[in-house]
T-cell receptor
């Protein structure tokens, strides 16, 4: 039972354009959603999070949008840079009761071409 | 400040052996979680420790165990290794249990032959 899904295994964009990474979830109890970036042989690095009571959160070039009714969130990167090329994971947690258990999607490989 | 430190970085073991992996959390962090990453299953939660107590456990067999010491350092142990245990094992620490501020280490790459 995969509660968090990233249906696009990969995404390729040109430098300067927008990258949009998508994530769907099934568990209505999730109340925080997070995006992590991961390079090979390294641990995931936290990018941005959003509480379920919000529908948008921005941090520099990164914006996360949450559509609770559709159980869908997306990460927008504008403008995309070659250094953004990595695997992006969407994760969800039931804050306060999950005790460390982040539920991750399968990841999307983002490639930004110069 | 120093990040989450995992040792060793790489490990090769034989089927049937056991292995112990170590994780030193960020200073002041009391919660340590462990994850297994494989190509087929992605990132899967193993367990979480807070103040030396296991607070949560994922869906893994009893061969996977862990513990946390009074200084918050944590170890995980896998007994009777199987080929399918080959994975990247990641540790994450957080100031408190149940929050969202998890910082990951670089992981230990375990290969079982």
């Amino acid at each position: 039972d995969q509660q968090v899904k990233q249906n696009s295994p990969s995404l390729s964009v040109q430098e300067g354009r927008i990258s949009i990474l998508n994530c769907d979830y099934t568990n209505s109890m999730f109340d925080y959603f997070l995006w992590y970036k991961k390079y090979p042989a390294e641990g995931p690095t936290f990018l941005i999070s959003i509480s379920s009571i919000k529908d948008k959160n921005e941090d520099g070039r990164f914006t996360v949008f949450l559509n609770k009714s559709a159980k869908h969130l997306s990460l927008h990167i504008v403008p995309s840079q070659p250094g953004d090329s990595a695997v992006y994971f969407c994760a969800a947690i039931t804050g306060g009761t999950s005790y460390g258990k982040l539920t991750f999607g399968q990841g999307t490989i983002l490639t930004v071409h110069p | 400040k120093a990040g989450v430190t995992q040792t060793p970085r790489y490990l090769i073991k034989t089927r049937g052996q056991q292995v112990t992996l170590s994780c030193s959390p960020i200073s002041g962090h009391r919660s340590v979680s462990w994850y297994q990453q494989t190509p087929g299953q992605g990132l899967q939660f193993l367990f979480e420790y807070f103040s030396e107590t296991q607070r949560n456990k994922g869906n893994f067999p009893g061969r996977f165990s862990g513990r946390q010491f009074s200084n918050s350092r944590s170890e995980m142990n896998v007994s009777t290794l199987e080929l399918g245990d080959s994975a990247l094992y990641l540790c994450a620490s957080s100031p408190a249990s149940g929050g969202i501020g998890y910082t990951f280490g670089s992981g230990t790459r375990l290969t079982v032959v």
